[in-house]
């Protein structure tokens, strides 16, 4: 296929953005033109909830609804209609190589449009604003693509699809940082960009608008340079879609999907200036402030790396500034509203708490300290700092639980005229029944059996082969249940050989000074639902049936069951009495694939409703990503491994218990005849092997039915 063949769409893609944009004040009259084309060529129309068609549509989506999994000659059908409605002159492309994709189940930009009424419009200024930053790339454009830019991130079902979005509508001005993307540029900095930045970290959360535009002018220069042996962004995303590792495609419908928002709070131990010299000053602007202002405004840094080689140039070239570059990265970047801040005083003295309220914030017009967020300060006071504080400036300290828990403790038990605190209050995004049908792939009867067994039992095993998504399927379980994707309300453990009583509930562990008793997460879970006793809360346990669950859960064996909730025990290893809330349910997750594990004893068989998942090649969600993959070797894989499962189906060493489950096949990646040849040669051939160790008939019988499939 000829250069020009491959690049085709960066013609025609732009212009029918411009003639998209023509609608922006008529969304209605672009909604029904959409839908006439879909009926010519007698596609289901995808932008309708059940069968009413949406009442208004960002352009975004439009072009997700041709840039997903489908068949390049549906998608050829679709331009080819929206060329002729529209009155497009460029030419229709057949190729489609390269162009970032997105999953059939997520190719929306936006969500419920009843509770978010600013989305859509949103949108549609921010596509607006693309434009004209692109093809005008002056001051105040440029000033608007960074206030709708930052704004956008921000709302549900975005990202970094929005960085798909701008590449689509102007492959020329705009970076592609789709999964693919993101690992080739962190796999190939140094080649590419000329610098030793660290984008395995900056690529952790969404880039800033001034980040993001960083990023795209530095490939500008390397293009400019010609040093690098690609032209532009899109010569570079196809190289990237090219050498694509297909060695690590492997994705389970875990992650298939949209990234569900994990918001949590962070704490984070402070010190205002040397000595704590500008902890009154702070105090009564309700700040806090770092130093080192000599670097300028932050945001211009696009990774830490980038910090630390600016702090070497302007003060000691001798010196590493590991600390300190730490310091100003995370406060520019990983601090986030709604986090705990600690203030010390040297290393053994705590004088402060409070919680972060603003964003980053270069204020220019302090004589110091010009790097400042707002902070709501909670406690003022002097209390001993639990042994020797680290001496760092700013040190995130949320997964050391025991240590900042105990801080939190000793600081809030004070009674000094301070107020009661009350947590950050987060929006968390909606989750129904539909959202759980439109991502699992199960129909409404089997989704009301799995919410009556779990309501009416309070506890629920998911069992299944390998790849049945139970993982995936008990979070938005719980989420639908809710109503809301609230993180909080909502714990997962692993169970494992040596995991104990002490682990689960409470236990003695060592400290500097000798043992001291610590509360475990079932423990502290339960005690938290207790105080919020009129909501639901969800505990997961992975691989339930791994650890020695009598051992585990101890006397709390009969407290988890339905008619003993509220019912009081003494622990173990405390004079208490303790009970499991009624509100508190426990999925458990069990692997039937998983020769080496007992079954699960009688004492608890009882107390768990369970539910078998099956491998769900005929159901209505996957016949529908089978359809819109359309690669006439994905069909055949399908069919294959149908008839697969029935063989190790009717295996009296195996079971149904070891079938393959759907999750083999949903990947974010493009379907190609290279990904499917991973998929078999290095997923299901030694996966046979293991399963027939002892038949070579049966093993010979299925590579060769598996082989053909790629010589077809």
């Keep these: 296929m000829s250069e020009k063949e491959v690049f085709q769409w960066t013609k025609f893609y732009p ?9 922006k004040n008529n969304r209605q009259g672009l909604l029904i033109l959409l839908e006439e084309v879909f009926k010519k060529i007698d596609m289901r129309f995808p932008f309708r909830i059940e069968e009413e068609r949406l009442e208004d549509i960002c352009p975004f989506s439009i072009f997700g609804c041709f840039n997903k999994h489908i068949t390049d ?4 059908r679709i331009l080819s209609l929206l060329a002729q409605e529209l009155e497009i002159s460029e030419e229709v492309p057949t190729s489609f190589e390269g162009v970032p994709i997105l999953d059939p189940r997520n190719a929306w930009f936006f969500g419920d449009i009843k509770k978010r009424t600013e989305d859509i419009p949103n949108l549609w200024e921010m596509f607006e604003v693309a434009i004209a930053y692109a093809d ?32 689509w509508i102007r492959p020329e001005t705009y970076l592609n940082l789709d999964g693919c993307n993101r690992e080739f540029l962190i796999k190939n900095n140094k080649d590419l960009m000329f610098w030793q930045y660290d984008l395995k970290n900056e690529f952790k959360t969404v880039p800033n608008a001034l980040v993001y535009l960083n990023i795209v002018d530095c490939l500008k220069r390397a293009f400019s340079q010609n040093r690098i042996p690609y032209h532009d962004f899109s010569h570079l995303s196809h190289e990237a879609w090219k050498r694509n590792n297909i060695n690590e495609i492997k994705e389970s419908c875990d992650e298939y999907g949209e990234n569900l928002r994990e918001s949590e709070t962070r704490y984070w131990i402070y010190a205002p200036g040397e000595n704590s010299c500008k902890w009154e000053e702070f105090y009564d602007e309700g700040i806090m402030g770092i130093g080192w202002e000599e670097l300028g405004d932050l945001r211009q840094y696009t990774t830490r790396e980038s910090m630390r080689m600016k702090m070497k140039a302007l003060w000691d070239s001798n010196k590493s500034y590991t600390n300190a570059s730490l310091a100003t990265w995370q406060f520019m970047h990983d601090m986030q509203i709604g986090d705990i801040i600690y203030v010390k005083k040297g290393v053994s003295a705590l004088i402060g708490r409070g919680v972060v309220e603003s964003d980053y914030i270069f204020d220019e017009a302090r004589q110091d300290y010009k790097y400042i967020r707002r902070v709501k300060w909670t406690h003022k006071g002097n209390w001993e700092h639990p042994g020797r504080a680290v001496m760092k400036t700013l040190t995130d300290i949320s997964s050391y639980v025991d240590y900042r828990e105990k801080i939190e403790v000793m600081m809030t038990q004070t009674e000094e005229g301070f107020e009661e605190i009350e947590e950050q209050e987060i929006e968390y995004d909606s989750y ?22 779990l309501k009416y039992k309070k506890n629920l095993i998911l069992q299944g082969a390998p790849g049945v998504g139970k993982t995936f399927a008990a979070k938005r379980l719980a989420y639908s249940i809710m109503g809301t994707k609230d993180t909080s309300r909502v714990m997962m453990v692993q169970f494992h050989q040596s995991y104990s009583y002490e682990d689960f509930i409470m236990g003695y562990r060592p400290t500097q000074d000798g043992f001291e008793l610590m509360q475990g997460p079932f423990y502290q879970f339960c005690k938290r639902a207790q105080d919020d006793s009129e909501r639901d809360y969800f505990f997961i346990i992975d691989e339930i049936n791994r650890g020695n669950l009598s051992k585990i859960f101890g006397e709390l064996l009969m407290l988890i069951e339905k008619d003993k909730r509220g019912d009081k025990l003494r622990l173990l290893y405390a004079n208490e009495l303790f009970s499991v809330p009624s509100n508190v349910h426990i999925i458990g997750m069990m692997n039937t694939a998983d020769r080496s594990l007992a079954m699960i004893d009688y004492a608890l068989r009882r107390r768990f409703a369970f539910y078998e998942l099956e491998p ?17 070797k994905f069909g055949v894989l399908v069919d294959t491994i149908k008839a697969l499962n029935q063989d190790i189906g009717k295996d009296e060493a195996l079971g149904t218990g070891f079938r393959i489950g759907h999750s083999y096949l949903c990947t974010d990646d493009p379907i190609t005849d290279e990904w ?9 051939l030694p996966l046979i092997h293991e399963y027939w160790f002892d038949d ?6 299925w590579q060769i039915r598996l082989s053909d499939i790629l010589n077809d």
């Design 136 to 167: 005008n790339p002056k001051e105040n454009t440029k000033k608007d693509f960074i206030t709708y830019y930052d704004k956008v991130i921000q709302q549900p079902y975005v990202k970094w699809k929005l960085s798909i979005g701008l590449y």
């Design 73 to 76: 000659e549906k998608r050829i």
């Design 676 to 684: 499917i040849e991973a998929v078999i040669k290095y997923e299901l």
């Design 432 to 453: 129904l029944e539909e959202d759980f049908l439109s991502k699992v792939y199960m129909n409404a009867q089997q989704y009301e059996t799995l919410v009556g067994l």
């Design 616 to 632: 769900a090649f005929d159901s209505e969600g996957f016949n529908k990503v089978r359809e819109e993959v359309g690669h006439p």
């Design 15 to 23: 212009e029918l953005a411009n003639k998209l944009l023509r609608y």
């Design 696 to 701: 070579s008939t049966q093993v010979e019988k």
